[in-house]
């Protein structure tokens, strides 16, 4: 089993930056895919961005050239650098990993807060 812990977010003012942290207690070698999910209040939970083991990654439309998504296995640990921020990046934002390259996550964080004032 692989367990993800959130850590990073936080409250930030419009236009400022966070780097998001997801540490797994196993090796994160094993999973081939990463992603970061964030769900704002009363909204559903939304992809913000995928790495696969060989680095490919891919955002959404909303956070591209904003967002970057980085993993290092050495360290188990995936990344979120989110710059430019908006109020409307506010909400808990979520690790996600699976082993295989398509199909649901298997494994999940508990999410860490991002808050964003105007």
């Known amino acids: 089993q692989v367990q993800l812990v959130e850590s990073g977010g936080g409250l930030v003012q419009a236009g400022g930056s966070l780097r998001l942290s997801c540490a797994a207690s196993g090796s994160i070698s094993r999973l081939y895919v990463m992603a970061w999910y964030r769900q704002a209040p009363g909204k559903e939970r939304e992809l913000v961005a995928v790495?696969?083991?060989?680095?490919?990654?891919k955002y959404a439309d909303s956070e591209k050239g904003r967002f970057t998504i980085s993993r290092d296995n050495s360290k188990n640990t995936v990344y979120l650098q989110m710059n430019t921020l908006k109020p409307e990046d506010t909400a808990v934002y979520y690790c996600?990993?699976?082993?295989?390259?398509?199909?649901?996550?298997?494994?999940w964080g508990q999410g860490t807060q991002v808050t964003v004032s105007s």
């Open positions: 790495i696969t083991g060989g680095g490919m990654t």
């Open positions: 996600a990993g699976r082993p295989g390259p398509w199909g649901p996550y298997d494994y």
